[in-house]
């Protein structure tokens, strides 16, 4: 019967041969006595500093290792209520267009009040960093009251 590193499973309960585990690194500390726990239920830590960060090539020779500071992964501006405001009428205006292209077919006559509502919230969000979205949101909420006021008269 030939000799190989593999166990068959009927050999579970065997103990390895000392010619398998003379060579082996990994099993060479099987005859060794396990460590015994303390007998009087204490336990036993320590505390291990974790190494720092390194930030630079892993193949460079001699670089010092240096901890960096994070930064938030998003960095929020303080910019005041009034920026954000106008951040929100532009969705704002962007929701009425549609309330008034269906007062336009339906309700002339409340499909003016929400373009001019329409119109208010997009002049306002002309003070947003989305300026162009906001003037072409208040040239169709104009067009639209034109419309719907030429419907009423």
Request: hydrophobic share 45%; charged share 10%.
């Amino acid at each position: 019967m030939e000799h190989t590193p593999y166990r068959n499973l009927g050999e579970s309960d065997q103990q390895p041969s000392t010619a398998e585990t003379e060579d082996n690194p990994l099993v060479s500390g099987a005859d060794e006595p396990a460590p015994t726990p303390p007998t009087n239920g204490a336990i036993m830590a320590t505390v291990v500093d974790e190494p720092p960060v390194r930030l630079d090539s892993p193949f460079a020779a001699n670089t010092a290792t240096v901890i960096k500071q994070r930064h938030p992964a998003v960095d929020l501006q303080d910019v005041g209520s009034f920026h954000y405001a106008a951040m929100g009428g532009v969705v704002a205006g962007i929701m009425l267009l549609g309330f008034a292209i269906g007062g336009l077919v339906w309700f002339p006559a409340g499909g003016c009040v929400i373009a001019a509502l329409g119109c208010a919230v997009a002049m306002l969000g002309l003070h947003s960093g989305y300026k162009r979205s906001a003037t072409g949101i208040l040239v169709l909420h104009v067009s639209l009251f034109v419309a719907c006021f030429g419907n009423v008269f």
